[in-house]
């Protein structure tokens, strides 16, 4: 096991850790269950329960394919958020750690999200 | 497969048009591919290609190496003739990037290095060569499935042109197709596939706004004004706005379309081609960023093919598109030539050629890369190969699985592409999500689980589509005049797909555990991110 190993093992026995793996993963999957599981439900509830879906709510607009196109405001909605929540509640946490655990090598040290100069970035082309 | 070989969509001026549009893309991504190709001899360079794109040429990409030709010609044409139910298909395009922008992107990209094998290799480091060997089998027969579908569709697509093909000509389509992709994936590498995919996605974008601009234009901006015209010319009036009109037959019909939404919305996140893309940039933050793009292009392009389709319907009339490609296929290109005439047609029908040919080097690539890294530098040489070694044979795969490929599309070229599709999507979602899904977030899981989910996921789901309507029993089958065909639904999702995660949980249970604390490392690379 190597420094950044036993560094990482370290880690992941820290309550603050914990706390960052339950705030990704609780949000993810909750939001997940709610877009893909809603669509699953609309697409049996299209098949299986025609009449509700038939409801007219306005000229041929009716309420199969108004909820179709609320799909995409949901999606934009769920996107948004998880953004957010990333932002506030994972990505502080998740930088203090990438931090802490790079501080032991001096040598590979580099700012988070930024790649390391052994990489030659610059040599790529624009695309 | 084609029903009348006499009437053609487009004439003289548009084919004429189209060849020199499309040559004219060609020529340029070609010489693109060359100038842009790995200088140095690096694998990273060969398989993530330029780590440093912007999120919103990351999103470009994406959405380039997700949507096909299929959804461009097959989903238009599918909202023309069936009206709701094609509309649900597209919104379960659009929604399986859900899943991916908030369960599986991140972690992926934080503990993995080139394929999903590497990955898996972080937690299963002791038994990682036979469960590296199963990936790149289910990998190949994902990427191979939906390769084939594209050669075959550029078959479908010139028969819109040209009427049936003779033998010459479609050979001729395929091996000029199929050479082109195997320069950009085996030369080009990953830059090469990105610049095409980068330049497919804005065509593809801005051809599908123009047009659907065009088309709600032409109903003066009112949506009802629209259905209602779409109604009229289905003949079949409401109905057409209503489920049901193609899966809504028996409660087998309406299962069978479950099956597919489930393959279709699961299946996306264990598609390979699409995973390499997640590994490329350098930070969480671009990714997140980038798949946020890919999805807002993906659902702008979906709501376009649903006014395409439905106004395909109200100005040509769902008749003439029956008519004329009884699959539908024909429906966008058809309400090109009624909107803008000849130019337009030109346009929307090398786009078609395009998006062809840029996910198939997609896939390719995906292809390569997993036989060049999982197969061949771990399983054969045990992770001993040099880069040059390991960058020939990806080059050199990407050939052989093209020459596969076009061999393959030549001698089924009658097939249906969007069952070769279907059924590639059914396979990664039975067959790769398992595995992705438990690698990810399940502490306990191990090598036995993950090769009985990968193995147990890829048969389940190719034997129940041998055993299904697709092969035997029905007029349209492979074989109409056999009859082995026990399961009744022609997706094998709603089956395979718990079959696999089941798989996989009873290898755990029963195999021997891994390495203790290996997850508990991978855990901490997977969320704050690897040194690099």
């Not at chain 1, 669509?39 to 299986?48: E, I």
């Not at chain 2, 139910?85 to 919104?91: F, K, R, S």
């Not at chain 2, 199963?134 to 050669?151: E, I, N």
């Not at chain 2, 807002?296 to 109200?314: D, E, K, P, Q, R």
């Amino acid at each position: 096991m190597n420094v950044e190993q036993a560094k990482r093992h370290e880690i992941s026995h820290r309550p603050e850790f914990q706390e960052l793996r339950r705030a990704q993963r609780r949000s993810g999957v909750r939001m997940t269950v709610v877009a893909t599981g809603g669509f699953l439900l609309y697409v049996l509830l299209s098949s299986f329960a025609p009449e509700l879906m038939n409801t007219s709510l306005h000229g041929h607009l009716t309420l199969g394919l108004a909820l179709g196109l609320g799909q995409f405001v949901v999606m934009a909605l769920i996107a948004r958020r998880h953004i957010v929540h990333m932002r506030t509640h994972v990505d502080p946490i998740a930088r203090g750690f990438r931090t802490q655990a790079h501080r032991q090598h001096p040598d590979r040290q580099s700012r988070p999200g930024q790649a390391p100069a052994s990489h030659h970035t610059q040599g790529y082309r624009t695309w | 497969m084609v029903t009348t070989a006499a009437v053609v969509v487009v004439d003289g001026f548009s084919l004429q048009l189209t060849f020199l549009l499309f040559l004219s893309v060609v020529v340029v991504t070609l010489f693109t591919a060359l100038l842009t190709a790995p200088q140095r001899d690096e694998i990273s360079e060969f398989y993530l290609g330029n780590r440093t794109m912007t999120p919103l040429r990351n999103g470009l990409a994406m959405c380039g190496d997700y949507l096909s030709a299929a959804t461009l010609l097959g989903s238009t044409g599918l909202v023309a003739l069936t009206g709701y139910d094609g509309l649900l298909y597209l919104g379960g395009t659009a929604v399986a990037w859900m899943m991916v922008l908030l369960l599986i992107a991140e972690p992926l990209r934080n503990a993995g290095r080139f394929t999903l094998g590497d990955t898996i290799a972080l937690r299963m480091p002791v038994r990682q060569r036979p469960v590296r060997l199963a990936l790149s089998l289910c990998t190949l027969a994902v990427t191979t499935l939906y390769l084939v579908a594209q050669l075959v569709g550029s078959v479908a697509l010139l028969t819109q042109f040209t009427g049936e093909p003779s033998a010459a000509t479609r050979t001729l389509c395929v091996v000029v197709i199929g050479t082109v992709v195997i320069v950009y994936a085996a030369i080009g590498g990953m830059p090469g596939a990105t610049f095409i995919q980068i330049v497919k996605a804005v065509m593809l974008i801005s051809g599908v706004t123009v047009t659907a601009v065009m088309v709600l234009h032409h109903y003066h901006w009112n949506i009802d004004a629209l259905l209602t015209a779409a109604a009229d010319h289905s003949g079949m009036g409401t109905r057409f706005l209503q489920p049901g009109l193609r899966y809504g037959a028996s409660t087998t019909s309406k299962l069978d379309f479950f099956s597919l939404q489930l393959a279709i919305v699961l299946g996306l996140a264990a598609l390979p081609h699409v995973m390499m893309r997640l590994l490329a940039p350098r930070s969480t933050g671009v990714l997140r960023v980038s798949v946020v793009w890919a999805m807002g292009l993906v659902s702008l392009v979906c709501l376009a093919a649903g006014v395409l389709g439905l106004g395909a319907t109200a100005v040509v009339g769902r008749e003439t598109i029956a008519r004329m490609d009884h699959k539908g296929d024909a429906a966008v290109l058809l309400l090109a030539h009624a909107l803008g005439g000849g130019v337009l047609t030109a346009l929307l029908s090398c786009l078609a050629f395009v998006t062809l040919l840029a996910v198939a080097a997609g896939l390719t690539l995906a292809a390569a890369s997993s036989v060049a890294h999982d197969l061949y530098g771990e399983v054969i040489r045990k992770g001993r190969a040099k880069q040059t070694e390991e960058l020939l044979v990806a080059r050199l795969a990407a050939a052989v699985i093209g020459v596969l490929a076009m061999l393959l599309a030549l001698v089924s070229w009658g097939a249906n592409t969007a069952t070769l599709a279907f059924l590639a999507f059914a396979i990664a979602a039975s067959a790769l999500l398992p595995t992705l899904v438990y690698t990810l977030f399940w502490r306990r899981f191990t090598a036995t689980g993950a090769l009985l989910s990968l193995c147990g996921g890829l048969l389940c789901s190719v034997l129940l589509v041998v055993f299904s309507p697709v092969v035997s029993s029905t007029p349209a089958s492979l074989y109409p005049d056999a009859d082995f065909a026990w399961f009744p639904l022609q997706n094998p999702g709603i089956v395979s797909i718990p079959a696999g995660f089941l798989l996989g949980w009873l290898g755990t249970v029963l195999g021997r555990p891994e390495v203790p604390d290996a997850y508990d490392e991978f855990e901490v690379r997977a969320l704050v991110g690897a040194a690099d």
